[in-house]
């Protein structure tokens, strides 16, 4: 159902049939990668997060990484606190494992970030609304097609192993 809605928001784009749908699952990132052939930093994880309102803050990063708090504080003024479950579907529209920052059900409600940590690919993979999707997008795609307001930097990539 929500892969539908992701194809129709992704029309106004011309980018609809990039959408992949696996028999798989891509719930997590290790799952996503997998499915799609990719290294798991290459999938886009879609993180979910309260504002002072009590409405969502959306940050799209690269699957290796973590919020750092520490950051996260500097840049929105609170502690990174995340959604619940079900916050998360009445937010997004979308259930845990297939969340992402197209087709949100309350867009006036969700503010949706991208993290630098992604600007490292050509190309990223998000999911497509459900937990067996995803899509190939640029991260300029990225960025305009989910409404992002602004780049950000609240993510700590992990040292590379020697």
Known sequence: ???????????????ED????????SATVELAAE?????????????????????CILIQTAGDTKIQN???KRKFG????????????????????GVCAFALAQPDKVSVYADESMKRFDTVF???GTDASAIELTC???????GAIEWVD????PEEEA
């Open 1 to 15: 159902m929500t892969t539908e809605k992701v194809r129709e928001h992704m029309r106004k784009f011309g980018l």
């Open 18 to 25: 990039r959408i992949r749908e696996f028999d798989v699952s």
């Open 35 to 55: 499915a799609v052939g990719v290294i798991p930093a290459r999938i886009c994880k879609t993180l979910t997060f309260k504002d002072p309102d009590d409405n």
């Open 70 to 72: 520490g950051k996260f």
């Open 78 to 97: 609170l502690k990174a606190k995340m959604l619940t479950p079900d916050e998360v579907k009445e937010f997004t529209g979308h259930e845990i494992g």
């Open 126 to 128: 998000p999911a497509a």
């Open 140 to 146: 300029d795609e990225l960025f305009e097609t989910s």
């Open 154 to 157: 609240v993510c700590k990539i």
